[in-house]
């Protein structure tokens, strides 16, 4: 593969998926990630930190999000701002051309103690983002807290509900069922 091709990130981000796999994450180096996709060592630090952000991607989703919960209509509860949100997550992030690459992604992420701390501290900080974007709508401190974990549960679960199905369903259905099901269950407690 050319070093001129686009898509650089995406390429390192496949290569260390299939490099983690093949060896381990711990048995893989930034040098052997960017060999395999066709790049250089610069190439990769001009995309990523650090091999741990090939899986966790910056700050791509947490503006995502907040973007959506600013961008949902004024009369949007928090909670309806919330599903704004992970629409566009769905849109975005979790789509069927994605499915396969974010399962690989997961696996590994299972398998490795350190990037399950890191996936738990990426998940504080999108709760959050996602609260302070809640707070910049009017929406009070409590409340605001409340939407955001709440939404991020249902965006757990929605997240293994769309990893178990095989057929296309769309992310953004199964967020808003999820949603559903959360305030449901909150409802009960």
């Known amino acids: 593969m050319a070093r001129w091709e686009p898509n650089a990130a995406e390429r390192l981000a496949h290569a260390a998926l299939d490099l983690f796999a093949e060896r381990g994450y711990e048995n893989t180096t930034v040098i ?14 001009r995309h990523f930190q650090d091999k741990r952000e090939v899986l966790f991607g910056g700050r791509a989703i947490s503006g995502l999000l907040t973007e959506a919960i600013a961008a949902a209509p004024e009369t949007a509860t928090p909670l309806e701002a919330i599903a704004h949100a992970l629409e566009a997550a769905g849109r975005e992030v979790f789509t069927p051309a994605r499915r396969e690459l974010i399962a690989r992604r997961q696996a590994v992420i299972a398998a490795n103690p350190e990037l399950q701390e890191r996936e738990a501290l990426k998940n504080l900080a999108l ?16 409340t605001a807290r409340v939407a955001a974990e709440l939404g991020a549960l249902a965006a757990a679960i929605a997240f293994e509900r769309w990893s178990q199905t095989t057929a296309g ?9 999820a949603l559903a099901d959360v305030q ?3 409802a009960s407690c």
């Open 32 to 45: 052997d990630i960017a060999q395999r996709a066709g790049l250089g060592k610069s190439t990769f630090f």
């Open 127 to 142: 709760i959050a983002s996602m609260t302070d974007a809640l707070k910049e709508r009017g929406i009070p401190d409590l």
């Open 169 to 177: 369903d769309d992310f953004s259905e199964i967020a808003r069922q």
């Open 184 to 186: 449901t269950s909150t």
